[in-house]
């Protein structure tokens, strides 16, 4: 999101698009940051003229070393203030950090944005992963790196994921899990990486496998 608060100027992804590190994903009404960098340009001009100025007059001897200090200190005031103000017109085009999918827009073309809030949502590919629940009889045939078969309505084939996290504690069976089998009230809670993530989706229904046929 935004630096600073603004209006959505242009919008150049849809949710559900794959995006390349460096694309260019939005950008904010600049015209606030244009006049200030254009005011902070002319105060350069005007400070960098009074330091030759200054000089020009110590070097014949009719201006004092102290004006020229002050001179200098203040083009470097001047300098960085044009530095500033140019790095905030830098950030209303707003790019790309990482490869990876558009899961929500939040903000489109021509609504107002505050500062700080997120305009739209990024998944990396290598962040998504796939959670599911194991008894407690199962849960010491599992250690981290084991592989797991994932399976979906519409994956043309099995996904192959890797145990990443295994929980220590037990919670009770949440209520979103739907079986065909009877389910122990106690379960763990157990995570995997999937080897193509890019062929799930947040949020999609999976059924998992263990390892011989567990």
């Known amino acids: 999101g935004p630096d600073e608060t603004g209006r959505v100027e242009t919008l150049t992804v849809r949710e559900g698009d794959q995006v390349e590190r460096g694309m260019l994903l939005f950008t904010i009404d600049p015209d606030l940051q244009q006049a200030d960098v254009a005011m ?59 490869t990876g999918s558009v899961q929500q827009i939040y903000y489109r073309g ?6 700080g809030k997120p305009i739209l949502a990024l998944l990396p590919p290598g962040n998504l992963k796939v959670r599911f629940f194991v008894n407690e009889a199962n849960l010491p045939k599992l250690k981290f790196g084991d592989p797991v078969t994932v399976t979906c309505d519409g994956c043309e084939r099995d996904i192959t994921a890797k145990i990443s996290f295994i929980s220590r504690t037990s919670e009770f069976t949440p209520p979103v899990i739907y079986s065909m089998d009877e389910r122990s009230k106690l379960v763990f809670l157990i995570e995997a990486r999937p080897e193509r993530p890019e062929r799930l989706r947040v949020g999609q229904p999976v059924s998992v496998a263990l390892g011989q046929g567990q």
Do not use: H, I, M
Not at 73 to 96: C, D, E, H, I, P
Not at 110 to 115: H, I
């Open 40 to 98: 902070q340009e002319a105060a350069v001009k005007n400070a960098q003229q009074a330091y030759d100025r200054a000089q020009q007059l110590l070097k014949t001897q009719a201006g004092t070393q102290k004006n020229l200090d002050d001179a200098e200190a203040g083009l470097r005031t001047a300098q960085a203030r044009l530095n500033s103000a140019q790095t905030r017109l830098s950030r209303r085009k707003v790019f790309s950090p990482v």
């Open 110 to 115: 021509g609504e107002l944005v505050p500062a």
